[in-house]
């Protein structure tokens, strides 16, 4: 990620903040210049450093489709995204077990009924047998 970042001419301080034993792995981007580069203004202080958090799960469970999407910021490209199914079993699996509640989650919860959005069972039954739910 920060050879790709330096390619663009962006240099940045990333910190791992994984646990050694978790399956998603978690990293901080820190970068002065980051948020002038997506336009955001900070004018109480101008030089913090803008943070990006990273979260890749190295061992997703079974049952995932995914989708091309074009991104056209800082330049257009392609990127592999989850589609909307498979994010609605994902927030369906934060609601059940995690250990805390999000209220975005009930938010994210509401606008996929009112989308009547699919939900992809595969996928939440394979994350619930991951975590070793009994809703499995």
Known sequence: MARELEAWGVRVEITDRSKADSNVKKAFI?????????????????????TVKLEVDIKPP?????????????????????DAENLFAGKIHALLCRQFIKGRDW?????????????NLTLLRNALKQVGSLLA
């Open 62 to 82: 079974i049952g995932a489709k995914f989708e091309n999407r074009l991104c056209e910021f800082p330049t257009d490209f392609y990127v592999v995204c989850h």
């Open 30 to 50: 820190k970068n002065n210049s980051l948020g002038a580069i997506l336009n955001l203004r900070n004018s109480i202080n101008p030089d913090q450093k803008f």
């Open 107 to 119: 938010y994210d919860f509401s606008r996929y009924l009112s989308w009547k959005t699919e939900i």
